[in-house]
């Protein structure tokens, strides 16, 4: 067996290329040990034989292969434009910033499998990766707190608190606050409610 190989296979079934190149770039981010493959049709997925462990599929997809999906329900996450809901479906909102996108992915994972400690972000190994001053950082961080904010909160200079980011930032490899956000959630420092 491979070592590299991922070992959690994601689909995103969506004929709009952009939107599913959005939405691989997030899910990567998030988790990087997730190999996510792109299906720009439904036959292409049914070509590909393979299991995933979820399946982000555009709405149309869906309703023109909804006896395909209703048989995997509890996988499937249906990609929407605006708040549309789908009885008995999760559904994400693609119409949205990449702060929400996250924290709405973060949402299903909570919904989807309460108290599960099987992330690939949760571990003992990123739980050592910052200090305890650098989790207060990235607490402040992901309640939307600036710099000088920061500063103040915790009785430091503003020179510091940069240092403690881009700590924060080489430590975790983060190229953007939602993967800081991320993180924050997946390790227990910050409940979604917070943010």
């Not at 982000?56 to 995997?72: D, G, H």
């Not at 434009?81 to 559904?91: H, L």
Request: hydrophobic letters at 45%.
């Amino acid at each position: 067996m491979d070592s590299k190989r991922p070992v959690i296979s994601i689909a995103i079934v969506d004929s709009n290329i952009l939107s599913a190149l959005g939405l691989q770039h997030i899910l990567k981010n998030m988790m990087p040990m997730v190999e996510t493959r792109i299906f720009v049709t439904f036959s292409e997925l049914k070509v590909a034989e393979e299991h995933f462990v979820h399946y982000f599929v555009a709405s149309r997809i869906y309703f023109e292969n909804a006896s395909f999906f209703r048989s995997l329900t509890q996988l499937t996450i249906v990609l929407v434009n605006g708040e549309m809901e789908i009885q008995g479906v999760p559904t994400l909102n693609v119409c949205q910033s990449e702060k929400m996108v996250v924290k709405s992915i973060l949402a299903l994972h909570q919904k989807g499998h309460p108290g599960s400690d099987k992330s690939p972000h949760k571990n003992s190994e990123n739980s050592a990766l910052l200090t305890p001053r650098e989790i207060e950082v990235t607490i402040l961080l992901t309640k939307g707190l600036i710099n000088k904010e920061i500063a103040d909160r915790l009785n430091i200079g503003i020179t510091t608190v940069i240092t403690h980011r881009k700590n924060i930032s080489k430590k975790l490899q983060a190229r953007s606050m939602a993967d800081i956000i991320v993180y924050a959630v997946m390790n227990g420092y910050v409940n979604l409610g917070e943010l």
